[in-house]
């Protein structure tokens, strides 16, 4: 009865290749991270619930109960391009590549699991991706705008897949950066983009220009309609425009003004003399990236409007790095005034906590109830705010807060976990390293340094760390709000390293050289040579007797940690490695690479290749029990499989990632499943055997609950609470 339970529940979160199911199942649990470059990346479903896309998933995060449902991409789905949510809530369109071919999916949120309602994948027009969308006011339309060469809008009555018109948008090769539907009309329709403002209508099967565009032609970033006829248009130069049907009525520019106190004001200049009712509206937003590519080095100085979102008392907009402006509605006067300023705070864990909020703000949204603003920002940040917060400010800034906790803004490139602890480690080439909480699903720690992090081991008791920067190899100590280094070596660029599972050595790799080291007299006591390329993965055995290494040279081999020599050795010149495991019994050695297959290594040669049906295998990891097997692929999936490995095609796949998978780990427990990727996110999932032999690690002892505080510090907190 369970399992048919848990079938119902994974729903849709199975993506099965052709051929049997594997009985081994993943759940997605939690995911740390977000992809900004997705065109209109967040916006609520309810007062309580936001959808946002990470990985290659759309996540439901309940902000009060704190929990994710997951909406995975298609099968074999290379990224989403751009979401959009309908008016009535029911309806979530996802616009993706799938193996090349452009594809709209459009899901019904309302049903429980989640299902997709209508499938867009059969075009009479030319188009190479659909890069933004918008549903009409009564949800039943659905227009779509394709990239360039082509920019052609398409006007759908999408239950029916049906084309209702298409009109080329002249836009001389310049991207639409966003369409939408008039508040209450399906048939007005807005779209701006680099040198366009065009307002049309639908009527007799086609879509007519309805405006005609004067003046200098601007950059138009966002826009959002703030009543029937009107559009509030922001540009990459600062300037913010009201159209009425069409005729500009109002302009204003937003100018960033230093103060010597680094205490930046945003002030209006060019008041114009109209009086604009705003109703609640938000809006699509602008592929980030799209808009970085026209924009000239030149104008990044200024303050680009990326968003913009209406609400009943005005409109926010985004306003230089790291700002949002709330513009009102004058009582008894004919214009509007800046009424508040948010600014993202300043991180003190940055490496430069002075340039931390120097970050542009891509995407805006307001609660149904306008209660919470909710922003994303092109480092991969979610920020909120309670709009009462604005009230009380007083003149003063008003700051957003991080809605969950920091996420990596870069390639996650090291992962690691422990025993004593529930902590998953983190590096990134955005130079932070990350401690995760995996039953909390909170962030414990974090910092930022001054070089890139390329690899990091967890110490089985939780309480440190070594990580490999690009100048140093450094054990860092995890202290109750800080990590703080306490040795250093002079290994460059480490890639790769990992404690052993007793925790009483660590091994770091220098190109193709293993340094193995005691933490007890923190000696390096052994190097293992003999690769003749770099060393992309190390693996201990399960009594640290061994220690076995990959690639790209590709060679395999088994190191006895006793003598210091070779043991095993198996080489493939044609393959390079990607990843290394070994069975809990230590016999196996299983290989990932280049060739497209997985290989079963035992005294030096291959037993067995499996393949990967038209992957590439990234990362590979067998759990302690020995039964369940997960590989990560270079498009981002998971598969998981049961071991012994089957002849035939039989496993699980999964959509996980927006990149290749960088690195897999299971916990102790066998519980979770943790994947990391080069698109920044961290997920964590819950994984099953349905045969359910041996897979139920039970814990002899529960989680460590002490935590690591220096002396000095403990001193100076003491002083502190005498003092006050």
């Avoid at 609400?311 to 790291?322: Q, R, T």
């Avoid at 805006?364 to 109830?369: A, D, G, R, Y």
Wanted: include cysteine.
């Amino acid at each position: 009865m369970r399992f048919s339970t848990l079938n119902c529940a994974l729903g849709l979160y199975r993506s099965l290749c052709p051929g049997t199911m594997s009985t081994v199942v993943a759940q997605s649990h939690h995911v740390f991270g977000l992809q900004s470059h997705v065109a209109n990346n967040i916006f609520f479903f309810d007062e309580q619930i936001i959808i946002f896309p990470a990985g290659n998933q759309c996540v439901r995060y309940n902000m009060d109960q704190k929990w994710q449902k997951f909406i995975p991409g298609s099968e074999k789905s290379q990224g989403m391009l751009a979401l959009c949510i309908s008016p009535n809530r029911r309806y979530l369109a996802v616009s993706e590549m799938v193996q090349e071919k452009p594809v709209i999916t459009i899901y019904e949120l309302s049903s429980i699991p989640v299902r997709k309602r209508k499938i867009l994948n059969n075009f009479d027009f030319p188009v190479q991706r659909f890069t933004c969308m918008a549903f009409s006011p009564d949800s039943k339309y659905l227009l779509t705008q394709t990239s360039p060469p082509e920019s052609n809008l398409v006007y759908w009555l999408w239950e029916k897949q049906k084309v209702m018109a298409i009109v080329r948008i002249d836009s001389q090769n310049n991207g639409v950066y966003q369409v939408s539907f008039g508040p209450q009309d399906n048939t007005q329709v807005c779209v701006t983009g680099n040198g366009m403002f065009k307002l049309l209508r639908f009527t007799e099967g086609t879509l007519k220009q309805t405006n005609f565009q004067r003046g200098e032609p601007q950059n138009y970033l966002a826009h959002a309609w703030v009543s029937d006829d009107r559009v509030v248009v922001g540009t990459d130069t600062g300037k913010l425009f009201l159209f009425d049907s069409g005729d500009q009525r109002w302009e204003t520019s937003i100018m960033l003004r230093e103060h010597a106190s680094e205490m930046r004001n945003l002030e209006m200049v060019q008041e114009s003399e109209s009086l604009i009712e705003f109703p609640t509206m938000t809006s699509p937003i602008p592929s980030y990236e799209q808009i970085m590519m026209t924009s000239s080095h030149s104008q990044l100085t200024l303050p680009q409007v990326f968003a913009v979102a209406a609400y009943s008392k005005g409109f926010a907009c985004s306003a230089g790095p790291g700002r949002v402006l709330l513009f009102e509605k004058m009582e008894d006067k004919d214009f509007y005034h800046e009424s508040k300023e948010i600014r993202i705070p300043m991180d003190p864990q940055s490496n430069d906590p002075s340039q931390s909020d120097r970050q542009d703000i891509v995407c805006m949204c307001f609660s149904p109830s306008e209660e919470t603003l909710i922003a994303t920002t092109s480092k991969n940040q979610l920020y909120s705010i309670t709009m009462s917060l604005t009230e009380i400010s007083k003149g003063e800034p008003a700051h957003f807060e991080y809605l969950m906790y920091p996420l990596h803004s870069a390639s996650i490139t090291g992962l690691a976990t422990c025993i004593r602890k529930p902590f998953i480690a983190t590096c990134s080439l955005d130079r932070s390293i990350r401690i995760w909480n995996y039953e909390s699903n909170a962030l414990e720690l974090y910092k930022e340094y001054q070089e890139e992090a390329y690899a990091i081991g967890l110490h089985p008791s939780g309480h440190f760390i070594v990580v490999g920067f690009a100048d140093k190899l450094r054990l860092m100590n995890l202290l109750i709000d800080d990590i703080r280094p306490f040795k250093e070596y002079s290994v460059r660029g480490c890639r790769e390293c990992a404690f052993s599972n007793g925790g009483h050595l660590f091994a770091a790799v220098n190109g193709n050289v293993i340094h193995i080291f005691t933490t007890t007299s923190l000696e390096n006591i052994s190097n293992l040579k003999g690769h003749t390329g770099k060393i992309r993965s190390l693996v201990w055995n399960a009594d640290d007797s061994k220690l076995i290494s990959c690639g790209t040279d590709g060679a395999v081999y088994e190191w006895n940690l006793s003598s210091g020599k070779r043991e095993t050795e198996c080489v493939l010149k044609s393959c390079s490695y990607n990843c290394v495991t070994i069975s809990p019994d230590s016999k196996i050695i299983f290989a990932v690479g280049s060739d497209c297959t997985l290989k079963e290594i035992a005294d030096s040669s291959v037993l067995r290749e499996t393949s990967a049906f038209d992957a590439v295998y990234t990362a590979v990891v067998i759990s302690h029990s020995g039964r369940m097997m997960f590989v990560g692929t270079s498009l981002g999936t998971i598969r998981a499989m049961k071991y012994p490995l089957p002849l035939q095609k039989e496993f699980n796949e999964y959509q996980a990632h927006a990149g290749p998978i960088t690195k897999m780990l299971l916990t102790f427990d066998d519980q979770h499943l943790l994947t990391v990727a080069q698109d920044g996110c961290l997920y964590t999932w819950k994984v099953y055997d349905r045969e359910g032999r041996g897979i139920k690690r039970e814990r002899e002892v529960g989680f460590a609950e002490e935590v690591l505080v220096t002396k000095i510090d403990l001193e100076e907190k003491r002083v502190e609470e005498k003092t006050r």
